[in-house]
């Protein structure tokens, strides 16, 4: 069975991201304003049970708790709010050609796309917590480089974690090896920076992690996608058979994220589309823009929230506006 392609004019593609998306109060200002995230927001805490109260005062807080980055907080919080967000679009009435997430935002667009029910997804992502908070201390590296550049400094220690841009990478590993990669790195004059991450998300360093959480993903019910939905592990439309294999989705956590060749092939299958960040801050966005085809003209870039939160009125005024756009859509030109 194949994936129904429901369609708006013109064509809208979800983007959903990850970690290093997460800031203080994202997307904190809908809260009770938007209905339908308000909703989903709720529902997640009360579905997190004991630890609700925990991640939603972590959340609204001003100034984050000092675990905020770590994955029991940062990654429940990514996946509620990614999902609340996306919730919120398919109310406006907004029919998606396509959705992409990067990393966990993947996990929010699968459910929004049927192939795993939220409460199961809350579960999985509680039980996710537990088994990579005893990971080895480690993180994540954003480098300004191609693979090609940093090539000797991957190997058994420090591993390609993501290509989000064909000169914008994610190297991930347990604390000392990634900031001797950093130091190597940066003596050649490549930009390199910290994300927000004290895992070593998508690496083998967390591989026990990974097969711990195996058990907890065969006992879901995996569903084909009701709506198409591209993979940034397999590069392309998740098929039915691979969205209900259990395995892919343990193993993502500790797989290459290849975001940059993924969006590419999405948007040469699906053709000039808007590109919508259904989620917290504006990184999927920058990369968005960064496509080929988008440079050319061909289709737009629609953050729905500002790069980070600046006060609960620009996070309404910046979905609104966007529900207009979307409403009301300004047709593009390529090479304009």
């Known amino acids: 069975m194949s994936p129904v392609t429901a369609r708006s004019e013109p064509p809208v593609v979800l983007l959903f991201p990850g970690q290093g998306a997460q800031h203080p109060r994202m997307a904190a200002g809908l809260y009770q304003h938007e209905q339908t995230f308000t909703y989903w927001m709720d529902r997640a805490f009360e579905l997190f049970g004991a630890d609700g109260p925990r991640l939603r005062a972590a959340w609204l807080a001003a100034e984050p708790p000092p675990d905020y980055d770590d994955v029991s907080v940062a990654q429940p919080l990514l996946y509620a709010v ?6 919120m679009v398919l109310d406006w009435g907004v029919r998606p050609v396509a959705l992409l997430g990067h ?22 992502m509680d039980e996710r917590i ?3 908070a005893r990971t080895p201390p480690g993180g994540m590296l954003a480098v300004s480089a191609s693979v090609a550049e940093v090539a ?9 974690a993501a290509v989000n841009a064909p000169r914008q990478l994610l190297l991930a590993g347990e604390a000392e090896p990634l900031a001797e990669a950093a130091r190597t790195l940066t003596e050649r004059h490549l930009v390199c920076r910290d994300v927000l991450a004290r895992q070593a998300f998508h690496s083998p360093v967390v591989a026990r992690a990974v097969t711990a959480s195996l058990p907890g993903w065969r006992s879901v019910p995996l569903s084909p996608p009701r709506l198409t939905l591209y993979s940034a592990y397999t590069q392309g439309v998740l098929t039915a058979e691979t969205a209900r294999d259990p395995v892919f989705w343990a193993n993502q956590a500790a797989d ?3 975001f940059a060749p993924t969006l590419t092939r999405l948007l040469a299958e699906q053709g000039d589309c808007v590109l919508v960040e259904a989620g917290p801050g504006t990184s999927l966005s920058v990369l968005g823009r960064r ?17 980070r939160h600046r006060g609960d009125q620009l996070d309404q005024d910046t979905t609104t506006a966007a529900r207009l756009a979307l409403a009301s859509p300004v047709p593009t030109t390529r090479g304009a």
């Open 152 to 160: 000797d400094v991957l190997g058994e220690r420090v591993h390609l």
């Open 82 to 87: 990614n999902h609340a967000m996306g919730r």
């Open 130 to 132: 537990t088994e990579f």
């Open 103 to 124: 990393s966990v935002g993947e996990m929010a667009a699968a459910t929004l796309a049927g192939v795993l029910e939220f409460a199961d997804g809350i579960r999985l």
């Open 256 to 258: 290459t994220v290849y």
């Open 291 to 307: 496509q080929p085809s988008v440079v050319k003209g061909g289709g737009r870039v629609l953050p729905l929230l500002p790069d």
